[in-house]
């Protein structure tokens, strides 16, 4: 792909590395190609998990490179598929992401973060988007997503002051799913994809499709649209072979083979 990009598959468990010394800063053209794998992650039906963090241990990714912005690279630039650092604006991606944050997550490097399904962090990782300071604002998800973790007194603060937040503190409010010791940060995120891959994948797809549209709704209204059969991978997950397998497979003691139909 490029040398910005390590990216390595693992049986069914796909790892990108942000590789852009020293900060792991995106520009464009790493957007679009991690918008590449991102996509082809979608769309390869022997992937199931994608892992992705930062090389070194200070920085998972300082957000939009300044450098290229001084430059002359704009705001608004098109960044590819997927939107800023090729995740941000995929919104039909029903496979799980897993964001091993290794150090600072600041502007759309935490964006990227939030875009994720589940975070693990090291205990050094602290988050921010600080683009209040730089005249822009957090348009990469960040002002979007994080209101729906956050209190609004939280939220107001973060993105209107562009302080830091430590790891720490981050799982007290629910932004990251594990804190860890940096030397144990990938093993904890191939553990927890491990994990990931014994779900069935149509269930997992299922999920998200439900998660995702309903996210706005009254308990109700998220019934009501369940039941209209306009969704496509719940449906489908009721009558397929993987919900006969498991029930199969638990009477009969052992490991579900899934076939993801």
């Not at 992937?47 to 957000?63: C, D, K, N, P, Y």
Request: hydrophobic share 45%.
């Amino acid at each position: 792909m490029s040398n910005a990009l390590q990216i390595t598959r693992n049986g069914a468990v796909l790892e990108i590395v942000l590789d852009r010394p020293k900060a792991n800063a995106i520009d464009a053209s790493t957007s679009f190609k991690m918008g590449e794998a991102f996509l082809q992650f979608r769309d390869d039906p022997q992937l199931r998990v994608a892992i992705i963090t930062g090389a070194g241990e200070r920085f998972f990714s300082a957000g939009w490179d300044l450098k290229s912005a001084a430059e002359g690279e704009a705001p608004d630039a098109d960044f590819g598929p997927g939107g800023f650092a090729g995740l941000t604006e995929i919104f039909n991606l029903d496979k799980p992401v897993i964001a091993a944050v290794n150090g600072y997550a600041f502007g759309g490097g935490f964006e990227l973060a939030l875009a994720a399904d589940l975070i693990v962090c090291s205990d050094n990782a602290s988050f921010a988007l600080p683009e209040v300071k730089l005249g822009i604002v957090p348009d990469s998800g960040g002002i979007l997503r994080l209101p729906k973790i956050l209190p609004p007194a939280i939220v107001n603060e973060l993105v209107m002051t562009g302080r830091r937040m430590d790891a720490e503190e981050a799982l007290r409010w629910g932004i990251v799913n594990r804190v860890v010791n940096q030397a144990e940060l990938m093993d904890c995120a191939r553990e927890l994809a491990a994990q990931l891959v014994t779900s069935a994948p149509l269930a997992v797809a299922a999920l998200k499709e439900i998660v995702r549209s309903t996210s706005e709704l009254t308990v109700e209204e998220g019934y009501r649209l369940m039941r209209s059969g306009a969704l496509r991978h719940y449906p489908a997950v009721l009558h397929s072979e993987d919900a006969l397998e498991g029930p199969q497979a638990f009477a009969e003691k052992r490991e579900p083979q899934w076939k993801g139909k």
